[in-house]
Every structure is written in structure tokens, then in C-alpha cells.
């Protein structure tokens, strides 16, 4: 059974209403454009200096992890190459250079982060396929799974998937759920810490992963698994491997 949001206090739903995750991220998109803002690329991350008003919006949109520093107008921020990426090729807000300060195109980063994060294309879109669906997506490395997503900050709720990114028809990259013991111990650890498990399959669609011009022809398929409880009627409509409406 597919478990309803968790909220994390009396008013916390009240408050996620009156400030739709979607106008965060605009309101974030716009400040960026306006600053002109570059983050450095640096190994498997991005670093990016924020002024107060952009590490506010990039805190209630939970976008990379701010760094302790002694500067008390600016906050620096570091962010993962999924997050990076999305925030410069779908949002447009944020340029990348290297350390001659040098902008990066989008094929080069893109070349960039499929050398330095296996099975990089995957991973992105199925990162990019729950962002554009307003859900706040962070690492989930701490369950055993590639990301959380929470319907809302995580501050006001917690998060409701444990999120799996598997490649459709390509079985190197499908290590993990192949024997039934995978889904034991995988379903298990999700349902004791309250999560459901949620699957991305992406198909590229015939497609290669040489540009991320191609990107839009991937299709992700959405699939949780829930453990079967005896105390459950056996008729019950609401399945094991149902399609979630996540949207």
C-alpha cells in the first residue's frame, strides 16, 4: 500500500501550499539569470558563490549543499554534476566554466560527467524526470538507492520515495533487483524507514547518449514495489509493481 505524505508538524502542509515548490524554482531561475551566475567545475561537483538572496532560494528549493565559510555576505554552495547539469541545460540559469574560468558547452560538460558519474545519462534524466515534476530530489545514499524525493522541502516533510534508476535493455547497468533477494532486502530497508520503492526505468529509445540533444527521446517508466502483508485482503485493488502518479 502506497503511503500518503508525512508532514512534519501541524502546519506544514499549510505552508507548502502558500509556497508551491514551482515558484521557488522560478523565483531561483530568475535570480541566477540576473546575476550572470558561474559555478567552477571541480572533480565530480560544482562550486558556485551565491549572494544572500540566491542561497536562501537555493536552500527552499534544495539545490546542492552549502559550504561553511568565514563570509558573511556570500555563501558558497557545492552541487552535484545531475544538479549542476540541470540547472544549467534545462533551467538556462547557470553557466559552468573550468579552472582557466573558461565556459563550458553543453556537449562538453555533458562528455565531462558521463566520464566522471557511471551511467551519467541515466541518471540525469531520471533526476531531470522528477525536478520537472516539481519533486525536491536529493541523494539517497544513506538507504542503499540512487536518490530520495520529497514533495516538498524537506524541512516541512519527509520524504516519500526511495528512488532506483535502472537502464532498460541494458543488463550491465541493471546489477541491482536482478535475484529476488534484491527486492527482499531492498523493500525491506525502504519500509523500515517509511519510504516507498520507486523504480525509473529509462529506455533510451534506440538512441545514443553521444549529445544531450537526445535527452528528450528517453522514456522513464515509473513503477514502485511494496511488500505483500498477510494481514492484506487478497482481493485487494492496490497491487504490488503499480504504476505511481507522481506528476
Known amino acids: 500500500m502506497l503511503m500518503g505524505p508525512r508532514w512534519k508538524g501541524k502546519e506544514s502542509e499549510a505552508k507548502a501550499l502558500a509556497r508551491p515548490m514551482s515558484n521557488i524554482i522560478s523565483r531561483l531561475q530568475s535570480s541566477?539569470?540576473?546575476s550572470d551566475c558561474r559555478g567552477l567545475l571541480s572533480g565530480c561537483s560544482v562550486l558556485l558563490e551565491a549572494e544572500t538572496?540566491?542561497?536562501e532560494l537555493l536552500n527552499h528549493a534544495c539545490f546542492g549543499r552549502p559550504i561553511i565559510t568565514t563570509?558573511?555576505?556570500?555563501?558558497?554552495?557545492?552541487?552535484?554534476?545531475?544538479?549542476?547539469?540541470?540547472?544549467?541545460?534545462?533551467l538556462k540559469c547557470l553557466k559552468i566554466v573550468d579552472e582557466k574560468h573558461v565556459s563550458k558547452t553543453d556537449e562538453e560538460l555533458w562528455n565531462y560527467m558521463k566520464v566522471n558519474v557511471e551511467n551519467f545519462p541515466e541518471i540525469y534524466k531520471a533526476y531531470s524526470?522528477?525536478?520537472r515534476k516539481n519533486w525536491i530530489v536529493r541523494s539517497g545514499s544513506q538507504y542503499g538507492v540512487d536518490f530520495v524525493a520529497y514533495r516538498h522541502h524537506p524541512v516541512l516533510v519527509h520524504s516519500d520515495y526511495a528512488v532506483l534508476v535502472l537502464s532498460e535493455g541494458n543488463q550491465d547497468s541493471n546489477g541491482r533487483l536482478r535475484v529476488w533477494s534484491d527486492f527482499h532486502c531492498t523493500i525491506r530497508l525502504c519500509g523500515s524507514v517509511a519510504k516507498t520503492l520507486l523504480v525509473l526505468y529509462v529506455n533510451k529509445s534506440g538512441h545514443s547518449d553521444a549529445s544531450?540533444?537526445?535527452?528528450?527521446?528517453?522514456?522513464?517508466v515509473e513503477q514502485t514495489i511494496t511488500r505483500w502483508s498477510?494481514?492484506?485482503?487478497?482481493?485487494?485493488q492496490k497491487l504490488v509493481g503499480t504504476v505511481p502518479n507522481i506528476s
Open 32 to 34: 541566477l539569470l540576473q
Open 53 to 55: 538572496e540566491q542561497a
Open 71 to 90: 563570509e558573511k555576505t556570500k555563501q558558497w554552495f557545492q552541487f552535484g554534476l545531475e544538479e549542476a547539469f540541470y540547472l544549467s541545460y534545462y
Open 129 to 131: 524526470h522528477l525536478r
Open 212 to 220: 544531450p540533444m537526445f535527452l528528450e527521446t528517453y522514456r522513464v
Open 230 to 236: 498477510p494481514e492484506r485482503c487478497r482481493e485487494d
